[in-house]
């Protein structure tokens, strides 16, 4: 028996308008104020829904329907909830129509795409309960597995998860910390041998994430019937974890790439030979056998040839900017002001500090690509100065000195 474990992830950050030091003090709205700007969130939001969202909801909804064997997993932050709740509830709906036909997993994360897991547990705690309370008022399920922003996972994480009641977690399958070991298997997280580890296939999910629309890769054009042949030359694996950006499919691949065709056949060409299944997460973790343990003292993560947290605090004006926001929270909570938090929490959306990113040559430029930004010392001060202004409100509640 083999099995792809198709996962996609849907977020979308509440970005920051342009705001400047003449705006602290002053006006207090860092996220939303820009409505003549083709940059604000609102707009941002549309674009992707029309170029991705609507057509992958879509083709996805065409094949959950044609072929019944045909299952996958999502995970959806709740920022990005929020965001189609007030600006695209027909784009919500036709994610709720895929969790409708009882074959798309929901996977649990934190609610903000924040980095919380590393500065404060009890923040964490508080974003990952958040998130799952949505996802039971939006779509009636309790997630079992759990992934953390931007796939971050070390020892630590799994603890947390089995201590916390999930049966398994996601995360990177990066070599360095498998060693000779393959991805295309179900691990047991040192430490935690109460849950198990499902970890990508970063080849074969970036041969399709990164590599498909580039015409001078030597495997261009990639079919489908070629993506399963290079699956069957593998005898022995067991599953093959394709994780990547929902935004795959349409944004970052365009349509006229053929990115939606290979998704369309995708499931028709696997399915031909027998004892070939599509599983989603929990499914595999309760069907699949352990192999082996996997340690990662050190922290993992999908992003950049380190594939570790440098993407996101690897420079000095990353660590200040997260260190001085996540040093509010005791003075903030302390308020019980939910306007001041929840602009604290968006605020804690990883994106803001990936746009910091000063990495050269390919893991720069693709920073650049997502970046709202002309320069990370730009996203930088843009940054502060919101965080200036929400300190000084701190202090004007006599909080903070």
């Given at each position: 028996m083999k099995s792809i474990l198709l996962y996609l992830h849907v977020h979308q950050p509440y970005r920051l308008r342009h705001y400047t030091i003449f705006d602290a003090g002053v006006n207090h709205d860092y996220f939303d104020a820009d409505w003549e700007s083709n940059e604000n969130n609102h707009k941002i939001l549309m674009k992707v829904a029309e170029k991705s969202y609507l057509p992958t909801n879509e083709v996805l909804l065409k094949l959950l329907q044609k072929y019944p064997q045909f299952k996958l997993s999502l995970s959806m932050s709740g920022l990005l909830l929020e965001q189609l709740?007030?600006?695209?509830?027909?784009?919500?709906?036709?994610?709720?129509?895929?969790?409708?036909?009882?074959?798309?997993?929901?996977?649990?994360?934190?609610?903000?795409?924040?980095?919380?897991?590393?500065?404060?547990?009890?923040?964490?705690?508080?974003?990952?309960?958040?998130?799952?309370?949505?996802?039971?008022?939006?779509?009636?399920?309790?997630?079992?597995?759990?992934?953390?922003?931007?796939?971050?996972?070390?020892?630590?994480?799994?603890?947390?998860?089995?201590?916390?009641g999930f049966k398994a977690v996601l995360a990177e399958g990066w070599h360095q910390m498998l060693g000779w070991r393959s991805p295309n298997y179900v691990y047991t997280p040192i430490g935690a041998p109460g849950i198990k580890l499902l970890l990508k296939n970063y080849q074969l999910s970036d041969d399709i994430a990164f590599r498909f629309g580039n015409s001078s890769w030597e495997e261009w054009p990639l079919t489908a019937s070629k993506f399963v042949h290079w699956l069957n030359q593998d005898q022995s694996s067991t599953n093959f974890n394709l994780f990547m950006d929902y935004?795959?499919?349409?944004?970052?691949?365009?349509?006229?790439?053929?990115?939606f065709d290979f998704l369309k056949f995708l499931p028709k060409e696997w399915l031909k030979t027998s004892g070939h299944h599509f599983m989603t997460v929990s499914e595999a973790v309760d069907k699949i056998k352990s192999v082996g343990e996997v340690d990662s003292p050190g922290t993992v993560t999908w992003a950049d040839t380190e594939r570790d947290l440098s993407a996101w605090l690897g420079n000095s004006m990353q660590q200040q900017a997260a260190e001085a926001l996540y040093n509010l929270e005791m003075p903030l909570l302390t308020l019980n002001d939910w306007s001041l938090i929840e602009d604290w929490r968006k605020l804690q959306t990883s994106d803001h500090f990936y746009y910091m990113c000063i990495k050269w040559f390919n893991d720069g430029d693709i920073h650049a690509y997502f970046s709202p930004y002309d320069s990370p010392?730009?996203?930088?001060?843009?940054?502060?100065?919101?965080?200036?202004?929400?300190?000084?409100?701190?202090?004007?509640?006599?909080v903070l000195v």
């Open positions: 709740e007030k600006w695209a509830p027909d784009v919500l709906a036709s994610f709720q129509a895929l969790t409708g036909t009882g074959r798309v997993e929901l996977v649990s994360e934190t609610y903000h795409h924040s980095l919380a897991f590393f500065y404060s547990r009890s923040e964490f705690e508080t974003q990952v309960n958040m998130h799952r309370e949505i996802i039971k008022r939006l779509f009636n399920q309790e997630p079992s597995v759990f992934r953390n922003t931007e796939l971050a996972y070390n020892n630590d994480l799994a603890a947390w998860a089995q201590g916390a935004e795959t499919f349409g944004e970052h691949q365009w349509r006229e790439s053929g990115i010392y730009e996203a930088y001060l843009n940054f502060m100065n919101a965080f200036h202004d929400l300190k000084s409100r701190l202090m004007d509640k006599g």
